[in-house]
């Protein structure tokens, strides 16, 4: 089916430095029909990400965004939402940059619950740097690195979210834009920190986890699947063969980090800034 266009999409002569082929094109055509379907508007929306391919996807996007430090995208994620609550905040990276590098933050933004959307574009592989492993990556793989192939079991980026009491935990394929995208509007619609963990095959450097792989290793979630329950979504998060593809587990009662805080008073103030304000402040800065 062709590409629908949307008012997120850069105009076609924008300089795109991924590979044809590259899963992340996918997840940006899903992120994009997501956005346009829940109407966000644009100025009410910021984009973060940290270091990697699948970081440069909110450059790819006509959205505001903030690129952060590898591993930095939660912190800074969380920091624009302190700073104003009416923001929309999607955060938008790889596994080795949400779950590698950034795996402390990702512990403690779910722990705190801010209301940050995280799609994390897992290739199971470090793509910019060559293809290395990532945490995500299966045992016994061979990359140029891991020669004799992978030794450790690959991180479990949904039980792990699970068992810190995620209240949205989802998974989706790349390959399949209608489902990503169906997942990806709800996880923004939730109010919570709400994961998706997107497979996306990067078809230079795994050549592993290939289109074909994850159509031949994922399948739908059971039809009584039910995800409200947390000990459900657990067993559902540790099967492997094949990997499932849904929506887990919700849980809409979570109280939100700036609810649990709130003492009636918002946690920023919004002060209205003249440009000659704006101005100085940026001087002050050189
Ligand atoms: C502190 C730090 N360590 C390591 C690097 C090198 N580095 C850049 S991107 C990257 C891996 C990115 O992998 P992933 O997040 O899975 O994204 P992908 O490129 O596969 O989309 C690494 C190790 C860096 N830039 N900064
Ligand atoms: S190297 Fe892999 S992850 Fe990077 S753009 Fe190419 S296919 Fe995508």
């Known amino acids: 089916m062709d590409k629908q266009q949307t008012a997120f999409d850069m105009p076609a002569s924008t300089d795109v430095a991924w590979c044809p082929g590259c899963g992340n094109h996918k997840v940006i055509e899903a992120v994009g029909g997501a956005l346009e379907a829940l109407r966000i508007e644009p100025e009410h929306l910021v984009m973060v990400s940290g270091i990697g391919q699948a970081a440069k996807a909110p450059q790819y996007l ?6 952060g430090l590898h591993g930095r995208a939660l912190p800074a994620a969380l920091g624009i939402r302190l700073a104003n609550k009416e923001l929309t905040v999607v955060v938008e990276s790889g596994d080795g940059d949400l779950y590698g590098e950034g795996g402390n933050h990702f512990l403690h933004a779910i722990r705190r619950n801010f209301n940050v959307t995280i799609i994390a574009h897992d290739n199971m592989i470090y793509g910019l740097t060559k293809g290395q492993a990532s945490p995500t990556s299966r045992r016994c793989m061979k990359t140029p690195v891991q020669v004799g192939g992978v030794l450790l079991e690959p991180f479990n980026p949904l039980a792990v979210a699970l068992a810190l009491d ?8 790349a390959g399949n834009v209608e489902q990503t995208r169906s997942i990806i509007m709800e996880a923004i619609r939730f109010k919570g920190c709400a994961l998706v963990d997107v497979f996306q095959p990067c078809v230079v450097f795994n050549k592993l986890n290939t289109y074909q792989w994850f159509r031949e290793n994922t ?68």
């Open 219 to 286: 399948c739908e979630l059971p039809e009584d699947h039910d995800p409200s329950d947390r000990q459900m979504a657990m067993a559902q998060a540790f099967r492997s063969d094949p990997l499932p593809l849904g929506i887990f587990y919700r849980n809409d009662k979570r109280k939100i980090y700036e609810d649990l805080a709130g003492t009636g008073e918002p946690l920023f103030r919004q002060t209205p800034t003249s440009d000659e304000a704006f101005r100085a402040m940026l001087e002050a800065f050189r």
């Open 62 to 67: 006509k959205v505001n965004m903030f690129n």
């Open 166 to 173: 995620a209240p949205f935990v989802a998974r989706a394929f």
